[in-house]
């Protein structure tokens, strides 16, 4: 064997010994990474038709992460922002359980416990983030989103994601953003625009608990700034694998620690209200088609 052989050999020795060393220092550090964003998106994949969703209420950072700069990206309503909704991610978390004791189950969560200066989860990713680390605790947040939204698509006939946020325009008002209808698609061709813009809404529902709702009346134009972000955009009824999805952006009169039981449970109650309302539809609809194929 000559020498430029044998040291061939070595070097592709050494060589595969480097590469399962970085594989393993990969695994390792990917790990501690998984586990460190599993504090940061606080997730539950439930048995009801229901996912909550409160991308911009968490006040932690991410360890080994800078505040994103936002260096040349556009900062209007849909751009680079790091204002914080104060009061979303604990409100959220009680509105899931109030929905838990209300209708007697399980509705699935991701509500995000980190600031949004590091990442903002309602942007794609090209706005919402500019570091690796915090890119995996973005696509935390959106699996369990997508996994949420599989699991009622198989499940029930409908389904509905409330994103909560919150906004500073104007306190006593809750802005509806559907991308005027857009992500509400399927429930307005299954069921009809009552269920959008009628007094079968959620909008409806929720202004006859002395909430002060915007567009009133439900079938103007959703204002602008506020007329649903990439969640819903990502994940609603306009796409093949979406449910109907609502973002709500309430202002800061709903957001106060003294009012959040509160607000929460009317929350809560017009949400079960609302998939009942649903739900009966659908049942009328199937027993009516029943009737025709009789007939028939």
Same mark, same amino acid.
């Given at each position: 064997?000559?020498?430029?052989?044998?040291?061939?050999?070595?070097?592709?020795?050494?060589?595969? %010994?480097?590469?399962?060393?970085?594989?393993? $220092?990969?695994?390792?550090?990917?790990?501690? *990474?998984?586990?460190?964003?599993?504090?940061?998106?606080?997730?539950?994949?439930?048995?009801?038709?229901?996912?909550?969703?409160?991308?911009?209420?968490?006040?932690?950072?991410?360890?080994?992460?800078?505040?994103?700069?936002?260096?040349?990206?556009?900062?209007?309503?849909?751009?680079?922002?790091?204002?914080?909704?104060?009061?979303?991610?604990?409100?959220?978390?009680?509105?899931?359980?109030?929905?838990?004791?209300?209708?007697?189950?399980?509705?699935?969560f991701v509500i995000s416990r980190v600031?949004?200066?590091?990442?903002?989860?309602?942007?794609?990713?090209?706005?919402?983030?500019e570091h690796a680390r915090a890119r995996?605790?973005?696509?935390?947040?959106?699996?369990?989103?997508?996994?949420?939204?599989?699991?009622?698509?198989?499940?029930?006939?409908?389904?509905?994601?409330?994103?909560?946020?919150?906004?500073?325009?104007?306190?006593?008002?809750?802005?509806?953003?559907?991308?005027?209808?857009?992500?509400?698609?399927?429930?307005?061709?299954?069921?009809?625009?009552?269920?959008? $813009?009628?007094?079968?809404?959620?909008?409806?529902?929720?202004? %006859?608990?002395?909430?002060?709702?915007?567009?009133?009346?439900?079938?103007?134009?959703?204002?602008?700034?506020?007329?649903?972000?990439?969640?819903?955009?990502?994940?609603?009824?306009?796409?093949?694998?979406?449910?109907?999805?609502?973002?709500?952006?309430?202002?800061?009169?709903?957001?106060?620690?003294?009012?959040?039981?509160?607000?929460?449970?009317?929350?809560?109650?017009?949400?079960?209200?609302?998939?009942?309302? $649903?739900?009966?539809?659908?049942? %009328?609809?199937?027993?009516?088609? *029943?009737?025709?194929?009789? %007939?028939?």
């Open positions: 064997m000559g020498k430029a052989t044998q040291i061939a050999k070595r070097s592709g020795c050494f060589l595969n %010994k480097a590469l399962v060393l970085v594989l393993v $220092v990969f695994q390792m550090v990917t790990g501690a *990474l998984a586990q460190d964003s599993s504090e940061l998106v606080v997730s539950q994949l439930g048995d009801l038709p229901v996912v909550i969703s409160a991308p911009h209420g968490g006040n932690l950072e991410i360890p080994g992460v800078p505040p994103r700069e936002g260096e040349g990206l556009d900062a209007g309503p849909a751009g680079f922002r790091v204002v914080r909704d104060g009061g979303t991610e604990e409100l959220a978390l009680e509105v899931a359980r109030q929905l838990a004791e209300r209708m007697k189950g399980r509705p699935s600031h949004r200066r590091y990442v903002d989860f309602n942007r794609p990713p090209e706005i919402a983030v995996v605790v973005y696509d935390q947040y959106h699996t369990a989103v997508a996994d949420a939204v599989r699991t009622i698509r198989e499940k029930h006939m409908f389904g509905l994601l409330i994103d909560i946020h919150g906004q500073g325009s104007s306190a006593e008002t809750v802005y509806r953003g559907t991308s005027n209808g857009l992500t509400m698609s399927g429930l307005r061709k299954q069921y009809g625009e009552e269920f959008h $813009v009628g007094e079968n809404s959620l909008l409806a529902l929720l202004k %006859k608990r002395n909430w002060k709702v915007h567009p009133d009346p439900f079938d103007g134009k959703e204002q602008a700034g506020f007329t649903g972000g990439h969640i819903v955009r990502a994940y609603g009824s306009h796409r093949s694998d979406g449910i109907d999805a609502i973002q709500l952006e309430l202002g800061g009169n709903y957001r106060k620690t003294a009012v959040r039981e509160r607000i929460a449970r009317e929350m809560a109650d017009a949400i079960a209200e609302y998939i009942e309302r $649903v739900r009966k539809a659908s049942e %009328k609809k199937a027993d009516q088609a *029943l009737l025709q194929l009789k %007939k028939e």
